[in-house]
């Protein structure tokens, strides 16, 4: 399960590993803890949610349903030590909107056995109940805001925006992910997005198993697994339509990051990777906190890059999720994306290069996109034809991707000229935990605190709810 030819190895199907095999090498590797001792690993999933201000609908309730049943056969198994939530929804007045959080944790109730049963606890007995009260029940699975109040002070109170140099948690998922890291324990932290409606625990299990496979071996060791697959969007107005989704990865990211291996030879090895943009992957504790995170949708190429920089294109894999249902944004959306990924890029390579790039780079690099782009057109053309034997209802257009095409260029092309500033968000990049460590030596302290946070926003979650008295 390794490569060798310096180029990220692509692991195929998820399919070629049974969910025994990954259950026991899960359970036969250890870990040193903070102390020294030799302890069995240990997997924390981390699920980013936002939704519009108008609420959570049914498809998407149904979808958070799915995922969390899924995943409590992960639990049942013991492959799965905790679950994170991390919320970013918030109401008409953009102050953070906590009832969606509630329904979460009923959500969790009604499919996770093992957080059924730690609620049920509290309710039977009082100490108990007083100890979650100041955060020290560990809920299997805990829900978080990330505009949390109690979340800021902390952060505040241990020194982490005298560091950052911002003061509060800033929108944005990569902001949420950043918060994730030492919200959580597992020695192997795993992401999925909230919205993939055909979730199914076997996607997990493949992405943790080749970090975990690969754990003892010093040599080329795997430390980051990122998904690919084909995505099949399903629109919030009209769910009965089905689109071949992941536009921006299609059309934006991918061609772009071929251009980018062929233009200025960085990156080498990346320029096969199949879907960059994907929410879905399992990375090593270690890797995950060396790095640092912007806080837009770049979040996912930048960590990708820096895992590069850090640890190499052998360190990286990639699985076959095969096909990715899931439910889509409107493309203007999509749009506001594709500036924070091509402004996030071209920020890096000018970094990359210690220079602007020069007006011939530019051209160059414009005409190497176009080739790339037409080129991968024409394979999503058969992709389609092959996927609608399967998928009777799948709309997918030729001209629709040349259009789109089009309005993508055009970004490149604003961004590449230094036009249309107004689109792109103010652009900041929380530093890595390593570094915050490093500036205030608390780490391990903060950790704790934040995790008693985490506890007791469940906990006062749980209670709005009425699942606690
Ligand atoms: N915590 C947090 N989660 C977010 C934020 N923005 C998006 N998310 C979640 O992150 C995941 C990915 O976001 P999407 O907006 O679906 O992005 P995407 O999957 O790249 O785009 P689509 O192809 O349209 O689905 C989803 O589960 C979102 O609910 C945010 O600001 N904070
Ligand atoms: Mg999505």
């Keep these: ?22 259950i026991q090498e899960k359970f036969n590797t250890f870990v040193l803890d903070e102390g020294g001792l030799s302890s069995p690993l240990s997997i924390s999933l981390v699920i980013p949610t936002k939704f519009e201000p108008e609420g959570i609908l049914e498809i998407e309730e149904t979808t958070l349903h799915r995922i969390l049943a ?35 944790v009923k959500i969790a109730y009604e499919e996770l ?42 952060l505040a109170k241990y020194g982490v925006f005298g560091v950052t140099g911002y003061f509060g948690v800033l929108p944005g998922k990569g902001s949420g992910l950043w918060l994730s890291v030492p919200l959580t324990r597992g020695d192997i932290l795993c992401f999925v997005d909230a919205d993939i409606m055909n979730f199914q625990k076997e996607f997990i299990t493949g992405l943790c198993h080749p970090i975990i496979y690969s754990w003892n071996i010093q040599e080329a060791a795997i430390k980051l697994v990122k998904a690919y697959y084909t995505r099949l969007t399903v629109t919030k107005t009209d769910p009965q339509k089905v689109f ?34 994907a929410g879905e992957f399992a990375v090593s504790r270690d890797t995950m906190e060396q790095l640092n995170f912007p806080n837009t949708y770049a979040i ?17 894999a990639q699985l076959d999720l095969d096909i990715y249902r899931h439910i889509g944004q409107r493309f203007e959306r999509l749009e506001n994306m594709a500036y924070q990924i091509v402004d996030f890029v071209f920020r890096l390579i000018d970094e990359k290069l210690g220079r602007p790039l020069t007006r011939e780079e530019k051209e160059q690099l414009i005409v190497s996109y176009e080739e790339n782009v037409t080129r991968l057109i024409d394979d999503y053309e058969k992709t389609a034809s092959q996927i ?76 709005e709810c009425g699942l606690l008295s």
């Excluded at 180029?7 to 590993?17: A, E, M, N, T």
């Excluded at 100890?131 to 809920?139: M, Q, S, T, W």
């Excluded at 530093?431 to 906990?459: A, D, G, H």
């Design 113 to 154: 056995g093992l957080f059924r049963e730690q609620v049920d606890l509290l309710n039977k007995y009082r100490s108990q109940k007083e100890r979650a009260k100041r955060g020290l029940i560990d809920f299997f699975l805990k829900v978080i805001h990330q505009f949390d109040p109690n979340i800021t002070k902390l």
């Design 1 to 22: 399960m390794f490569s060798k030819e310096g180029k990220v190895l692509d692991l195929g199907s998820y399919r070629r590993f049974t969910f025994e095999e990954c």
């Design 388 to 463: 609608k034997e399967i998928e009777k209802n799948l709309l997918y257009s030729r001209e629709d991707d040349l259009e789109k095409k089009k309005r993508l260029q055009q970004v490149i092309f604003e961004v590449l000229e230094g036009k249309s500033k107004e689109k792109r968000p103010r652009y900041f990049s929380y530093p890595s935990w390593r570094r915050i460590n490093e500036r205030t030596r608390n780490y391990f302290v903060l950790k704790e605190m934040l995790r008693r946070r985490c506890n007791q926003s469940t906990w006062s979650r749980l209670k």
């Design 244 to 277: 071949l989704g992941g536009r921006i990865c299609r059309l934006l990211a991918m061609p772009l990051l071929r251009s980018i291996v062929e233009t200025f030879k960085l990156y080498l090895g990346l320029e096969n990777m199949k879907y960059p943009l």
């Design 300 to 316: 996912e190429t930048s960590l990708l890059f820096q895992t590069y920089d850090l640890i190499g294109p052998t360190s990286i």
């Design 70 to 104: 899924e995943c409590s056969e992960l639990v049942d198994a013991g492959y799965l030590d905790e679950i994170i939530i991390m919320g970013a929804t918030r109401d008409e007045n953009g102050e953070p909107d906590f009832t969606i959080l509630e329904k979460t």
